[in-house]
């Protein structure tokens, strides 16, 4: 099984969880705000696709990586890098002393970004900061945002098939410290007071 066919397989799984997907993130950035200190077993699991299950297109993503420029149009995230999907997990056993956060995955098009992108993880380039942003399509606010601060390309990998499925890239981004907002989207389009939460790696804090 190829990749391209893998990933169709991916966006339609990420299409039917996206709204559990979302509402469980929001309320783990909430919980995490009410109480930090709490030890005790944790889990975040976040990914979304663009498309949902039937193919229709619901959401705008773009990823900014700092030094690089990409083909986005969007008039609020011009020159960044359009998004197809993305996911993150982290996880904490009871009596950790620390979490465990796996590398944040990007799926994107193949762009003007993709050769700078391909060298900095060849490199090993130290990425000042990475910010992932996701609106309604055709909305003009931000809804959900990820920022990671000092990270690194881990991988790199890009594929195309004859199929017209067009050339994909699939960029994981390690990082020392992640931050998240999220606003509810209400019921007439406008977002609601944002939810926030951030955790540094190095001093093994939320921040």
């Known amino acids: 099984m190829d990749f391209s066919h893998t990933l169709r397989k991916q966006r339609l799984a990420l299409g039917l969880a996206v709204v559990a997907g979302l509402s469980f993130a929001y309320a783990a950035v909430r919980d995490l705000q009410e109480d930090v200190s709490k030890t005790r077993f944790t889990g975040v699991i976040t990914a979304l696709a663009k498309d949902d299950a039937s193919g229709s297109h619901n959401y705008d993503m773009f990823l900014k990586v700092d030094t690089v420029t990409g083909d986005a149009t969007d008039f609020k995230h011009r020159n960044e890098i359009s998004v197809d999907s993305f996911s993150w997990n982290e996880s904490r056993a009871i009596g950790a002393p620390r979490p465990s956060m796996d590398a944040f995955v990007v799926t994107m098009p193949g762009s003007s970004a993709s050769p700078k992108l391909f060298l900095y993880g060849a490199g090993g380039t130290r990425i000042p900061r990475v910010a992932l942003s996701v609106k309604m399509k055709g909305g003009s606010e931000d809804f959900l945002k990820w920022v990671l601060t000092d990270a690194q390309v881990l991988s790199y990998k ?44 190095r001093t093994n804090k939320a921040n």
Do not use: C, R
């Not at 890009?158 to 509810?184: C, L, R, Y």
């Not at 989207?185 to 939460?197: T, W």
């Open 158 to 201: 890009t594929v195309t098939n004859t199929h017209g499925d067009g050339v994909m890239d699939q960029v994981t981004f390690s990082f020392a410290k992640i931050e998240t907002e999220m606003h509810q989207v209400l019921p007439d389009g406008s977002l609601g007071p944002a939810a926030k939460a951030g955790w540094d790696q």
